[in-house]
């Protein structure tokens, strides 16, 4: 069974940092590919950043340059480290996995930035 848990959003002032991190299990972290999307008020989930087991990563231009994402192998969590935090950051965050091709969601977890 694949379980996917979000923590760390939260309530944070535009310029602030969040790190949100998911605990993942054993067989979702054995992924080559994991990653963090979000979905905003009104707008379609929207991919993030992405990384592969070899360390490769990906990011959305939106969030380039202030978000780093990475996954501890030996405590089963991929993280997303987010700096300098603005209002269109706001929505829920979740982590994603693709597992023999099947894409496994957890629940989110919320961040909100305020002006």
């Known amino acids: 069974q694949v379980q996917l848990v979000e923590s760390g959003g939260g309530l944070e002032q535009a310029g602030g940092s969040l790190r949100l991190s998911c605990a993942a299990s054993r067989n979702a972290f054995s992924s080559n590919y994991m990653g963090w999307y979000r979905q905003g008020p009104g707008k379609q989930r929207e991919l993030v950043a992405d990384?592969?087991?070899?360390?490769?990563?990906n990011y959305a231009d939106s969030v380039k340059g202030r978000f780093t994402i990475s996954r501890d192998s030996a405590k089963n969590t991929l993280y997303l480290q987010m700096n300098s935090l603005k209002p269109e950051d706001t929505g829920v965050y979740y982590c994603?996995?693709?597992?023999?091709?099947?894409?496994?969601w957890g629940r989110g977890t919320q961040v909100t930035v305020s002006s």
């Open positions: 994603n996995v693709i597992i023999s091709q099947v894409k496994y």
């Open positions: 990384i592969t087991s070899g360390g490769l990563t």
